[in-house]
């Protein structure tokens, strides 16, 4: 079957992260399953009750019990939402040499050119064994990846890790932390400011403070990032009741993500010492700081096999991404890992989206070679 057209069913499957992916990786299984791989499903319900499915494929001579690996492709089944008004979201679109559709840059595109490559190799002569791997909630916190390394499910010498990088070997990336801050105060009558506490007067002192904070992160910079440096943000503030109340509470939410060799805490660690200098003056200074995720910067060495591999097959130096993948993930489960992918992460997320074709096929062909390279 043609890349595109394998492209063209599995933008068919809606797999937006709010519904079960169950659709789609019965398909992945099947196609597996037809290329000689051994399908194994790892399921789990998520927050909201939604049966989910991590898929790991296998040739069969790999032991259920402890399934070790040379080389994994890693490719997320889900999806952002679309809008109800792209009437062509589910129905592959060519025009003009790109392919249009949701989840055909992010990241069915890569899952495609995957199971095409696998396609074009002859599994009897791998002597090191090859991975397909799917899985659910990459665009919600990575929580399928998370499940699958929480639990030991594999482990992988060296991974390429399915995301949109126009064929560019991104050899490290930044982590991903959130967390919701919220500050209480004293509801009173607005004329009579001194018989309350306002929450957001609380708020804004701390987040001036965080603005600091900030400041100083860029004191330790990763040279290979743009920019080079931990990045912080303040993205949604929301607090009061009525513009004659003081207000008796005020939230914000504060982002973080942090390069390489900094520990994913150390941002809000600061933080958490300002709250402490504030409450030294104001002691009934009411703020607490809940830690939604936590997840820390990848990078692997510009030297690794794998690096050197992908920059040979695409004449391209590695680079490094600033957005969230599930290279974390894949260091955790012992591989040395690279984030790589046909289309543009500008234009993924959006309505649409869209891969190249040509990217798109010559990501067959460089997936092919690399698990030549590292499975015969």
Known sequence: MKVEQTLAELVRLDSVSARSNVEIVSYLAARAESLGLCA???????????????????????????????????????????????????????????????????????????????????????????????????????????????????????????????????????????????????????????LGAS?????????????????????APHAAFDPPYTTLNVGVIRGGTAKNIIAGECRFTLEWRPVPGQAASHAVELIQSEVEKLRAVEPDFDCHIEVLRLDEASETDADSPLVRELESLTGKEAGTVAFGTEAPQLTEMGAQAVVFGPGSIRTAHRTGEFVPVAELEACVEILARAIGKFCR
């Open 40 to 194: 194994r499903m790892f399921p789990y319900t998520d927050e909201a009750g939604v049966k989910k499915f991590n898929l790991v494929c296998v040739p069969p001579s790999v032991s259920a019990d402890e399934m070790r690996v040379e080389l994994a492709l890693v490719g997320h089944t889900d999806t952002v939402p679309y809008d109800a008004a792209w009437a062509e979201a589910l129905a592959l679109t060519e025009r003009e040499d790109k392919l249009y559709g949701r989840g055909a840059c992010d990241t069915k595109g890569f899952i495609a050119a995957a199971l095409a490559a696998v396609g074009q190799i002859e599994l009897a002569s791998l002597r090191r064994p090859l991975a397909l791997v799917f899985t659910a909630d990459e665009e919600v916190g990575c929580l399928g990846a998370k499940r699958l390394a929480e639990s030991g499910a594999f482990a992988a010498r060296y991974a390429v890790v399915g995301e949109p990088t126009s064929l560019q070997p991104m050899r490290a990336g930044k982590g991903y932390c959130l967390a919701e801050v919220r500050v209480g105060g004293r509801e009173g009558h607005s004329a009579y400011p001194a």
């Open 199 to 219: 929450a957001i007067f609380r708020a804004a002192r701390l987040i001036a403070r965080i603005e600091r904070v900030a400041e100083t992160l860029r004191a």
